[in-house]
């Protein structure tokens, strides 16, 4: 491979989202770190994993004993911590952005856990990059009963979570997607990110499945960019979309997770309908992943950003039995190791 950076990570929390007693059974972290380590393409492995902080993956209430012996156990598979999620969500200890005091206060709460485990991570040296992920933990439903005022709770309970990851030294990422209210549609995004105005501390985490709902303005049709119907016989106008897409979203993308989507929504267990992410070589796929991954690894000029040092595959929903298939991983690691090709460099 000519180029070894960006880094190429796969998500563990595809064993837990959607996932439960009203779906499949969750699939334990080791597992999913085996089905990773195990992944090979003419040589290559996966570098890393992005990390769920939440039973029976991680604990958000993790010892520094349960912390160092995690370290321990990712390093002895050749692997490192990138990016790590906060649980802010009110069924897993958090609270609505947008909520009362206490429901904000709670969701606050969770990020400075989640902060104190990202930290811990890097002290024991098996973390050397990523940032902390969060969303709003509301519904586009709610936020619509007061779309101002709920804007200005998020982007305040937002702007104090960025005091604590700045007093860990760590950065928080914002996942918009059609499911959490203020960030549903890529202008709300845009304006929530610009009210929190933390651009040092804060930034937007693009996800390739999320983001192509975004042109067809799913749960906000206001910003639709594609047109009603647009029936994915024009692909050049499909690319003027995610060019007008990434340059409003671009200078704010500092975590990226590569993706394929069929331009439909999907739910499973209690997890709201979002995009759905499909393997890559999806027949019904509608992303050319290397030439679209583009759009966000390059500026518009077509240069490399070089913004983020490594990126992640997100399966989200797969079914369990494709996920326990060690194809499904060499797939997917061939289809990061493609991106890393097209727009990656050598450090």
């Given amino acids: 491979m000519t180029h070894n950076f960006p880094r190429v990570h796969n998500a563990m929390w595809p064993g837990l989202v959607g996932k439960g007693a009203d779906s499949e059974p969750p699939i334990g972290l080791d597992t ?5 380590a195990a992944a090979e393409v003419n040589g290559a492995r996966f570098d890393g994993v992005d990390l769920f902080l939440f039973d029976p993956h991680v604990s958000i209430d993790a010892s520094d004993e349960d912390l160092a012996r995690l370290a321990d156990q990712v390093r002895g598979m050749g692997l490192v911590v990138g990016s790590v999620v906060a649980p802010v969500w009110p ?6 952005a947008m909520g009362h005091a206490e429901d904000r206060g709670r969701f606050v709460a969770q990020v400075r856990k989640a902060c104190r485990i990202a930290r811990k991570l890097r002290e024991l040296g098996v973390r050397p990059y990523g940032i902390v992920r ?3 933990a509301a519904s586009p439903a709610e936020w619509a009963k007061d779309p101002d005022g709920n804007t200005k709770l998020i982007a305040q309970t937002f702007r104090e979570a960025c005091e604590v990851a700045a007093d860990h030294g760590e950065r928080l990422a914002a996942e918009g997607e059609i499911c959490w209210g203020g960030m549903h549609g890529w202008r709300h995004m845009v304006r929530l990110l610009e009210l929190v105005d933390r651009p040092r501390t804060l930034g937007f985490q693009a996800d390739m499945a999320h983001t192509l709902l975004f042109t067809l303005g799913y749960n906000a049709p206001e910003d639709r960019i594609l047109p009603d119907g647009f029936a994915w016989d024009d692909p050049a106008r499909f690319q003027d979309a995610l060019r007008q897409l990434t340059a409003a979203l671009r200078p704010w993308t500092i975590d990226f997770h590569v993706a ?13 309908k979002t995009g759905h992410h499909c393997l890559p070589d999806d027949p019904n796929g509608k992303l050319d992943i290397v030439r679209d991954a583009g759009h966000w690894l390059r500026d518009a000029n077509g240069q490399l950003t070089r913004t983020m040092p490594h990126i992640c595959w997100d399966g989200c929903m797969f079914p369990n039995a494709v996920m ?8 997917i690691l061939a289809a990061m190791l493609a991106v890393r ?3 990656g460099w050598r450090e």
């Fill in 134 to 136: 969060i969303d709003s």
């Fill in 32 to 36: 999913m770190l085996g089905l990773t």
């Fill in 260 to 272: 394929q989507n069929d331009a439909t929504v999907h739910g499973s267990g209690s997890h709201d």
């Fill in 324 to 331: 326990m298939q060690p194809s499904t991983w060499n797939k």
């Fill in 91 to 96: 069924p897993t200890g958090g609270g609505s």
């Fill in 341 to 343: 090709e097209a727009h």
